[in-house]
T-cell receptor
């Protein structure tokens, strides 16, 4: 099946710094990518939907200036957590779809962010 | 917007059958996904229903009724490794997930 690579898998950063998470589709063109956040024992919370070449659509309650999403190419989307604080510590996961009908969304491995 | 409802938890014994129901309300609809997620891992794809009816894939089957806004995932011949969260996700051109159903399989 198709592969989505998410990097880094784990990151620890100091409060106030910014962290960039990359999501790459390795063997297909991802017209749409989704970014999720997941707290322990909770379900995936959709943060935003990004389409290549256009601005991301954020879900209600998600701060656009806090979580910067860039989908500059058909194989790469990035999520930057700006001025991170301990409450931003979470598991972040991306998924990608080709845009073709009846195809699944492929998930990256996830990034465990810890802000200290 | 979306409204997705699944049971929170289910428990069953090895070898048994479990049916996880999902009801949804979405502004648009382009099929419904079921994913499996083990703790600390990314979700893995199980099934995708676009048309009404039952789709069978080995031990897992998924059913969809678009008019009722209803789907279920059927797990047969349960194995211990099937203990996981099962996520229902109607695709209305953005992919949101329900709270998920945690299935615990006991020996």
């Amino acid at each position: 099946g198709a592969v989505v690579s998410q990097h880094p898998s784990r990151v620890i950063c100091k409060s106030g710094t910014s962290v960039k998470i990359e999501c790459r589709s390795l063997d297909f063109q991802a017209t749409t990518m989704f970014w999720y956040r997941q707290f322990p024992k909770k379900s995936l919370m959709l943060m935003a939907t990004s389409n290549e070449g256009s601005k991301a659509t954020y879900e209600q309650g998600v701060e656009k200036d806090k979580f910067l999403i860039n989908h500059a190419s058909l194989t790469l989307s990035t999520l930057t957590v700006t001025s991170a604080h301990p409450e931003d510590s979470s598991f972040y996961i991306c998924s990608a779809m080709t845009g073709q009908a009846n195809t699944e969304a492929f998930f990256g491995q996830g990034t465990r962010l810890t802000v200290v | 917007g979306q409204n997705i409802d699944q049971p929170t938890e289910m428990t069953a014994t090895e070898g048994a059958i479990v049916q996880i129901n999902c009801t949804y309300q979405t502004s648009g609809f382009n099929g419904l996904f079921w994913y499996q997620q083990h703790a600390g891992e990314a979700p893995t794809f199980l099934s995708y229903n676009v048309l009404d009816g039952l789709e069978e894939k080995g031990r897992f089957s998924s059913f969809l009724s678009r008019s009722k806004g209803y789907s279920y995932l059927l797990l047969k011949e349960l194995q211990m490794k099937d203990s996981a969260s099962y996520l229902c996700a109607p695709n209305d051109y953005k992919l949101s997930f329900g709270a998920g159903t945690t299935v615990t399989v006991r020996a």
